[in-house]
């Protein structure tokens, strides 16, 4: 612990403060990563003896597909028809439009990380992980961001954790305009954008992103042909088992109905079912209890129900929970400890009374450094116990275990945490869900 704490001093270099973000070389770093990750999937594609079409498919009938590759310099389409037993739909979403006059003069944020220079002033529309996760690295990349909140912060997350990732980001810069929408988008002559809210004010924008939401993108693939039926309003499938009204038809990650929309769901979801189809096995997608990640600039992990939504669905429960200095905080002068500590809740089913260390544990919320890492490790133990004695260990090491390093106190729990991920997780760096 010592050497990491003389490393640490060490390779903070001279003149930092004066250091200035080059965005053309992140956006080159970000694609370059993106072109290495497609080569690394085709990659493995080519060695299971996956064929590969780089195509846009449409279905042509109840077994038929109709693909059109863009070949060549001047990407002339070539259409081809292919034939399937059976098929499986993950044509996941795209970013839902404004929806208001000049809407298409706002970017998504796919767009953001392809934009040649950094975007300025910018306007967040949208108050989801998207549009709270793009305002808070613009806001430290030194962008002057407003997030446009029509009524709530992290719909769906626990009240009191969203609350403090507001006043978190508020406080380091980041404005949110709240109960307001935008009513137009309008192009200024010196390129800028003028937004009016819907009550009348406005302001001008260098960019603005629209994140309110993305929309299942299975209205250009011609459903009608193999009878496969989708939600009118977005474009979803009501599945069982990953599997569509069209018995041959299937369907995973973000197409599906009321499933989290997570990268590693929407992985783990296609290799049970191809395990169900080709492999002998029955283990069905478990979709309840997935641990998630959001990577504001307070970080949050949650896993099971909010307090408020555990508090409607039981007729008794308890919530524990504990502010904390976390190591790494201890040595920032950017940050307010004091003011924003760390936070840990677990909320449990008291309805059994007794021993507390037995009660059900109905949901864990998490805000401090590496959340998406400390969280996984108590989903793992969530599935495994669902007993508060667990949980509780981890309470206390927030609150008890102290010690001194050159005078400084230190935590050291995420240490246990580390040590417990590494014991209990194959990918300790995958985000969020671990199967
Ligand atoms: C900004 C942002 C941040 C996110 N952060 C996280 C995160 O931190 N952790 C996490 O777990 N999840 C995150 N997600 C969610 C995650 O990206 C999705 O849940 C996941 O990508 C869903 O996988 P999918 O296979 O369903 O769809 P996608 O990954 O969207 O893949 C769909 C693919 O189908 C292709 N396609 C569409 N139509 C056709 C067609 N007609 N023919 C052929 N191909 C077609 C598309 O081009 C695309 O390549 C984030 C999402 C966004 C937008």
Same mark, same amino acid.
């Not at 997030?147 to 508020?170: N, P, T």
């Given at each position: 612990?010592?050497?990491? %704490? ?14 200035? $973000? ?80 000049? @809407? ?33 690295? =613009? ?31 508020? $406080? ?86 009321? /499933? ?12 049970? =079912? ?25 970080? +949050? ?14 007729? @008794? ?14 040595? @920032? ?22 021993? /507390? ?20 490790? $108590? ?33 050291? %729990? %995420? ?6 991920? %590494? ?11 671990? +199967?």
């Amino acid at each position: 612990m010592s050497s990491s %704490f003389v490393l640490f001093v060490l390779v903070v270099p001279a003149g930092v403060a004066d250091a200035k $973000h080059d965005w053309p070389a992140m956006v080159a770093d970000v694609q370059r990563y993106i072109k290495s990750l497609n080569f690394a999937y085709r990659v493995a594609l080519r060695d299971a003896n996956v064929k590969y079409i780089n195509g846009l498919g449409k279905f042509a009938g109840p077994h038929e597909m109709t693909v059109t590759e863009f070949k060549g310099k001047d990407k002339v389409p070539k259409e081809t028809t292919i034939t399937a037993a059976r098929f499986l739909v993950a044509t996941g979403g795209r970013p839902t439009a404004l929806g208001c006059e000049g @809407s298409e003069l706002a970017i998504s944020s796919d767009d953001l990380f392809s934009l040649p220079q950094a975007p300025g002033k910018t306007l967040c529309v949208g108050a989801g992980y998207v549009a709270l996760e793009c305002a808070g690295f =613009l806001t430290a990349l030194g962008c002057d961001t407003t997030v446009l909140c029509r009524s709530m912060l992290l719909r769906g997350f626990d009240r009191e954790c969203c609350d403090k990732i507001g006043a978190y980001m508020e $406080h380091g810069g980041t404005k949110i305009l709240r109960g307001l929408t935008p009513s137009s988008l309008a192009k200024q002559a010196n390129g800028q954008i003028l937004v009016t809210y819907s009550d009348g004010s406005s302001d001008t924008f260098d960019t603005v992103i629209a994140a309110v939401g993305r929309t299942a993108d299975t209205k250009g693939i011609n459903l009608e042909a193999c009878g496969v039926e989708a939600s009118p309003r977005n474009g979803k499938f009501e599945t069982k088992l990953e599997q569509t009204n069209v018995p041959h038809v299937y369907a995973i990650g973000d197409v599906l109905q009321d /499933k989290p929309e997570l990268t590693p769901v929407a992985i783990q979801a296609g290799a049970l =079912l191809a395990q169900r189809l080709f492999g002998g096995g029955n283990e069905a997608m478990e979709y309840e209890k997935v641990a998630t990640a959001v990577f504001t600039p307070l970080e +949050y992990g949650a896993v099971g129900l909010s307090e408020e939504a555990a508090a409607e669905a039981y007729s @008794s429960t308890e919530v524990f929970h504990s502010s904390f200095a976390p190591l790494e905080w201890s040595l @920032s002068h950017e940050r307010d400890v004091e003011k924003f500590p760390a936070f840990v809740k677990v909320i449990c089913d008291s309805s059994l009374g007794g021993n /507390k260390d037995l009660w059900p544990v109905l949901g864990m919320h998490y805000l401090g450094p590496n959340a998406g890492e400390v969280i996984q490790v $108590h989903e793992i133990e969530g599935k495994t116990v669902h007993k508060l004695l667990v949980f509780s260990s981890f309470l206390r090491a927030c609150t008890d275990f102290e010690f001194t390093i050159f005078g400084f106190s230190f935590k050291p %729990f %995420f240490f246990f945490v580390s040590i417990l991920t %590494f014991l209990l997780c194959t990918e300790p760096l995958c985000l969020s869900p671990v +199967y």
